[in-house]
């Protein structure tokens, strides 16, 4: 990526997470002159990402999903790289794997893509099939259902149904939280029912998820911690969390993150 794409994702990321800005606050944000702000957001205008107004912008409100993704893919990324790496690792070749839409998961994809291995690769995730669809050693399937933009991901009745019809030898997903009742949480309720359904079709399951996901809550519980879900997080999870997981029967892989330049 070029320093200039770089510098649009970060005023994307700054106007997303503070809301309306001044060009003055998003130079001092991403480290650029005014000068070169102004320019920026003219061509992110352009693109529809954002909206300017007298002396600042915000994101446009039709792209909000877009960039409410690619800010929580960016999140830890760190560490969310190091727990894709120790899943690779896991990958059998000849075998077919599950890939669900979190943005831990995503990372998954995109170290596959740098060394591919002989798959048949399942995904709910729109971006996850994208990745990898041109990747000759890789059979693809992409699951049918609603699309819901938040998560790239396809969701309902009909990605529900089909998985009846299926069965994985991994299952790699993420969360959306992991609360202090040992269950796994996400926002969505369709989203929890299909993951819910991934978990009855996959020989083995790993959940990939940063540690600060862990100890929140979100609104549909998935399923609770158990024998049969092992778990890759990185080491800033706290003791009291690798105790509960112990408890709960989860084997646990802790990665140790390169630390930022």
């Known amino acids: ?12 990321q700054h106007l997303y997470s503070s809301g309306y800005s001044s060009i003055q606050e998003i130079s001092e944000a991403v480290k650029a002159s005014p000068a070169t702000i102004r320019r920026d957001l003219l061509i992110l205008e352009k693109q529809g990402f ?44 000849h075998s077919a794997i599950f890939l669900d839409a979190g943005t831990t998961v995503l990372q998954l994809a995109r170290r596959l893509r740098l060394n591919p291995l002989p798959l048949s690769v399942f995904t709910n995730c729109v971006t996850v099939a994208q990745l990898l669809m041109d990747v ?34 991994q299952l790699f997903i993420g969360a959306g939280a992991i609360a202090e009742d040992n269950c796994v949480y996400t926002q969505d309720e369709e989203e929890a029912r299909l993951n819910e359904k991934m978990l009855s079709r ?39 969390w690798l105790l509960k997981l112990k408890d709960n029967g989860c084997i646990c ?4 993150p390169e630390p930022s330049k």
């Open 253 to 256: 892989n802790l990665v140790e």
């Open 136 to 169: 000759s050693e890789l059979k693809i399937t992409l699951l049918g259902g609603r699309l819901r933009p938040e998560n790239a991901s396809m969701v309902g009745t009909l990605a529900e149904a089909s998985l009846e019809r299926l069965h994985f030898d």
């Open 1 to 12: 990526m070029t320093v200039k794409n770089d510098r649009y994702s970060a005023i994307r």
């Open 50 to 93: 954002i909206s300017r107004t007298h002396g600042g912008a915000q994101i446009a409100a039709e792209a909000g999903s877009e960039v409410a993704f690619a800010v929580r893919e960016q999140h830890n990324l760190a560490a969310k790289r190091e727990i894709a790496e120790a899943a690779f690792k896991r990958l059998k070749p």
């Open 202 to 240: 996959a020989a083995t399951t790993t959940l990939l998820v940063d540690s600060s996901k862990f100890g929140q809550r979100a609104t549909y519980k998935v399923a609770r911690l158990n024998s049969e879900i092992s778990v890759i997080t990185d080491s800033a999870l706290p003791d009291s």
